[in-house]
Structures are given as C-alpha cells and as structure tokens.
C-alpha cells in the first residue's frame, strides 16, 4: 500500500466525519431529510465535486447530482450514488461514505479518457425516519414519487411537498429529477451493516440480491386509568397487550430461518407511572429474503398482535408503511465488479444484503450492482459504526478496475 494511496482512504474517512458533524442534534448525528443541516452537506460536496471538475445540481426532492463529462458527445452515463439522510443518533458512514467515494473515484479520474460520463448522486432521503416513508431520493429519480407521497406529513404537520418548499425547492420541478435517458449503470458503495465481511476477513463483498421489508405502524387502543384502583380484571391495558405481542415478534423470528423482524420504537401515552397505557404505538420492521415468507411472517404476527388486543377489550389499528420486495441486482454487472475486485487482489464472496439501499429502487430501472465494505465489530445505525482505511482504499482500487472493465463491456453499448 503506498502512502499516496492511504492518504486517499484517510481523506475519504475524514471527509464522511466533517460532514457528520452537520447535524440535527449536537452531539450526535442526527439528519433526517431536508433538514436545516443538509444545507452545509449540499456545499461541502459542492465544494468537492466542483474542484474533482463536476458539475453540480440539486435537484427538486433535494438529491444533490455532480456530473463528470467523459470528452465524447452523448456519452452513456454511469450512476455512483447513496444517501446523504441518516438515522436518529447515527454513525459516520451509512450512505454518505458511499457519496464520498463517488467523488473520489472522479477524482482519480484526472487526466483519464472514459467512454461514459460519470453522474454521483447524493440521494436526499433513504432511511424513512422523517416521514415514515423510505427511499424518497431515489423514488424521484425513477419517477415513482407519487402525488400521494407528497402529501404524507412529519411530526410536525409538515407535508413533504412544504419540506421541499421550506427547503427552497420547487416540488412541480420533481419530473425534471428523472433519470438521464444516457444512464446505463448504477453502482453503489456502502458499509456492510453486518458482521458477515469481519467474520470471513474480507475488505470487501459483492451484493447480489437485497432482502424484502415490510415496515407498519400498530397503534393498541386501551382504556387509560388510575393504576392503584382499577383491578386488573377490568383493565384495557394497551401496555400489556403491546408487550406479549412484542415478544411474540421475538420468538416467531427466532423460530423461521433466515426471518428477521424488529419492533423499534414504542410510544405509550399518557406516559406516566400511575397512569394504565390508553394508547401505545409501535413500529414493525420484517424482513426475508423470500417474499412468501416475509408476507407469511406479516400475517401471522399481525393475527398475534390482534389476539393479544382482543383478550384485553382493546383496538388495534393497523398502516403498512412500506412494503419493498427482495431485488436481485444485475448478474453481469456483479460478475463484473467481482472480475474488479480479483484483478484489484481482493478476495469477494457475494453475499445478500439485509439492509435495504438505494440500489434496490434503481435496479428495476437500471442495471445496478453494488460493493460492500466490512463494517468492524459488525456496528451500524449506532455513533460507534466504523470503516478500515486499507477497506475504503480496497473499493477505490476495486472501483478503477470496474471502471476499466466496463470501459470495454457492451452493457453501455445500448444506451451510447
Ligand atoms: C436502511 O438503513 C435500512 O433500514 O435497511
Ligand atoms: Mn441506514
Ligand atoms: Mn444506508
């Protein structure tokens, strides 16, 4: 490893830590979807992509695009993306770093002729915190926001139609976000989240396919009321009736191979120590890397949640929020990037991601392929998520070879 090339990781690294440092809440990272934060986001990539020769847009659902002209007229374009959102108390480099190494691949670039343009795309939305609803950045880009989306609203009333308005964007602009015609190709980098890549020793994993998800909202609807007089044969309990139903998530999850299945948040209200819960929110994630199961699994715990309620005279009120089947990426352009990575000496197994991506919006559109970086002690959507310099200087290296390699692959031949 020369030092040139260390100083190039470490700069990846520390790029990602500057921009987290733009956040919602000081002292931890926290930068849900146009938030005031982006802002600073938007110009420090600007910055960066402007100095690597790209040009630079947002465009109207707030994706921030550079774009690095190959000298041939009408050349095809090849799609570097992933998201600039984050969780609520996140680490460093869940999307962003994927940005990041967009624009340092550009940046190796310098003198080099390619026969496609390069389009590095930051995509606004991805992880669905601010309005329940995922992969906004990306669903613009396919053309797949509908009206209906728009209107959807955070916790403070506010649509995302007004969001993007507050932002300083123009929502009746939102068709203009499309895809080029001369995109071709997406390609994606993005931490593993798992501890898969640290168990086998690699630097780096080839995507293959993405598991499906299922997000909802269950609200139990009890009764609240005095907890030193009301005799627990006549209580509507919305606590107890969450709580067994939790913990049958748990168990049904642990019972189906290969099923994961969440419940992330709970709100109970009025909140208080002496009060019965009238009313409690939770969230369900599910996912699987076969649709049939992860639809079984929605069912089979959404009867359980009924039953819990039922016995406790108290409601349930069901909203799926999200409903993703499981994408397989591209086979030819995953064989070619794991083609890259042997020739940049990197051994790659291919592996499934369990997290969803923005590659998987992209991929009924556009052939995609994307490259795992190995997540150290398996940690992320936490402040402690990390990435090994030797790791990122692996996908950069990786990076140029599929470069190379697709500079001479028909993929792009049909859009040219
Ligand atoms: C995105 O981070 C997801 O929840 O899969
Ligand atoms: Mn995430
Ligand atoms: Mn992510």
Not at 140 to 147: Q, R
Not at 152 to 180: C, F, K, M, V
Not at 181 to 196: M, N, S, T, V
Not at 323 to 331: H, T
Request: aromatic share 4%; glycine share 8%.
């Amino acid at each position: 490893m020369t030092g040139t090339k260390r100083d190039g990781a470490t700069r990846i690294i520390a790029r990602c830590r500057e921009i987290a440092t733009h956040t919602e809440v000081p002292g931890e990272i926290t930068r849900r979807f146009l938030t005031p934060p982006m802002h600073a986001v938007h110009s420090l990539l600007r910055q960066w992509m402007e100095a690597a020769g790209m040009t630079v847009q947002v465009d109207a659902i707030g994706n921030l695009r550079g774009l690095w002209l190959s000298g041939i007229p009408n050349a095809p374009r090849l799609i570097i993306g992933s998201h600039l959102d984050t969780v609520p108390n996140a680490g460093a480099f869940d999307g962003i770093l994927g940005v990041i190494l967009g624009v340092a691949v550009v940046e190796q670039l310098q003198q080099r002729q390619l026969p496609f343009s390069i389009e590095v795309i930051g995509f606004s939305e991805e992880e669905g915190v601010r309005f329940s609803k995922a992969f906004l950045g990306s669903l613009a880009v396919v053309g797949k926001l509908d009206s209906e989306t728009l209107q959807l609203t955070d916790e403070h009333g506010i649509s995302i139609a007004e969001a993007i308005g507050n932002y300083g964007l123009d929502p009746a602009q939102l068709p203009a976000a499309l895809l080029s015609r001369d995109a071709f190709a997406y390609l994606e980098f993005h931490i593993e989240q798992g501890p898969i890549l640290e168990s086998e020793r690699a630097s780096l994993g080839i995507v293959e396919a993405l598991v499906g998800q299922t997000r909802m909202q269950l609200l139990f609807g009890g009764q609240s009321n005095h907890a030193g007089t009301t005799p627990m044969l006549l209580r509507h309990d919305a606590m107890a009736a969450a709580a067994e139903w939790i913990v049958a998530v748990e168990e049904y999850a642990n019972s189906h191979q290969g099923l994961v299945a969440t419940v992330g948040k709970l709100e109970a209200s009025p909140g208080a120590g002496n009060v019965i819960a009238g009313r409690v929110k939770t969230s369900l994630d599910i996912r699987h890397a076969d649709d049939n199961i992860r639809h079984a699994a929605v069912d089979a715990l959404t009867q359980i949640a009924k039953t819990a309620a039922t016995k406790r005279g108290v409601t349930l009120t069901l909203r799926t929020e999200m409903e993703q089947s499981a994408v397989p990426l591209d086979l030819h352009l995953t064989a070619l990037l794991q083609t890259a990575a042997t020739k940049a000496g990197f051994h790659s197994n291919r592996m499934t991601s369990g997290a969803g991506h923005d590659a998987m919006i992209l991929a009924p559109t556009i052939p995609s392929t994307m490259l795992f970086l190995r997540s150290p002690g398996g940690l992320s959507h936490h402040p402690n998520e990390a990435v090994l310099p030797q790791d990122v200087e692996a996908a950069l290296v990786t990076a140029m070879e599929f470069l190379a390699l697709l500079s001479n692959d028909k993929t792009k031949d049909r859009h040219a």
